[in-house]
T-cell receptor, first 115, second 110 residues
Framework: EAGVAQSPRYKIIEKRQSVAFWCNPISGHATLYWYQQILGQGPKLLIQFQNNGVVDDSQLPKDRFSAERLKGVDSTLKIQPAKLEDSAVYLC?????????????FGPGTRLLVL | GEDVEQSLFLSVREGDSSVINCTYTDSSSTYLYWYKQEPGAGLQLLTYIFSNMDMKQDQRLTVLLNKKDKHLSLRIADTQTGDSAIYFCAEEGSNYKLTFGKGTLLTVNP
């Protein structure tokens, strides 16, 4: 079974520029998550989708971050405009709600450096 | 609110046992998880424990849960150099939301 795919793997931009990340979850997984992992910290949930609906976006800085999951499959996360403090690894994860408990499968992440 | 605390560093010799500790705050957490992150990689689920269990063993891994003290530990027996990584404790809250600790960097010395 193919894992969670993310692209690009690395991105360097200047502050105030825009950037977009893409995630393709494991086939058939209804739930998709975007996390932000700042160096030295654990992942922090930004947004959670169930199919193409938003379940939780309470920690998403909505003035500059946006995310969508069209057709309930792939997802994009956008930052516009970027700030220096957005430098982090952006992790995508997906899960299926079958079974007794939830297992989130993580992609390799996109490393963003804002200069 | 939800908060997960972990010790930041642990160094052991190859062949010894490693114990990584974690405290959490959400008493309603149904599941608690341990994830492993190797350099440049995403997170890999190592093991989990259901909140009504005290202990779970899975090959070299033993998870202990003290629900009264909200304390979770991960013991790795016969630690190998390939176990060197960052280990994250996570609690599951409402809507299956995971809250992670800052991670414990495990260094295994030959």
């Amino acid at each position: 079974e193919a894992g969670v795919a993310q692209s690009p793997r690395y991105k360097i931009i200047e502050k105030r520029q825009s950037v977009a990340f893409w995630c393709n979850p494991i086939s058939g997984h209804a739930t998709l998550y975007w996390y932000q992992q700042i160096l030295g910290q654990g992942p922090k949930l930004l947004i959670q989708f169930q199919n193409n609906g938003v379940v939780d976006d309470s920690q998403l800085p909505k003035d500059r971050f946006s995310a969508e999951r069209l057709k309930g499959v792939d997802s994009t996360l956008k930052i516009q405009p970027a700030k220096l403090e957005d430098s982090a690894v952006y992790l995508c994860a997906s899960s299926s709600l079958g079974g007794l408990f939830l297992t989130q499968y993580f992609g390799p992440g996109t490393r963003l450096l804002v200069l | 609110g939800e908060d997960v605390e972990q010790s930041l560093f642990l160094s052991v010799r190859e062949g010894d046992s490693s114990v990584i500790n974690c405290t959490y705050t959400d008493s309603s957490s149904t599941y608690l998880y341990w994830y492993k992150q190797e350099p440049g990689a995403g997170l890999q689920l190592l093991t989990y424990i259901f909140s009504n269990m005290d202990m779970k063993q899975d090959q070299r891994l033993t998870v202990l849960l003290n629900k009264k003290d909200k304390h979770l530990s991960l013991r790795i027996a016969d630690t190998q150099t390939g176990d060197s990584a960052i280990y994250f404790c996570a609690e599951e809250g409402s809507n299956y939301k995971l809250t992670f600790g800052k991670g414990t960097l495990l260094t295994v010395n030959p």
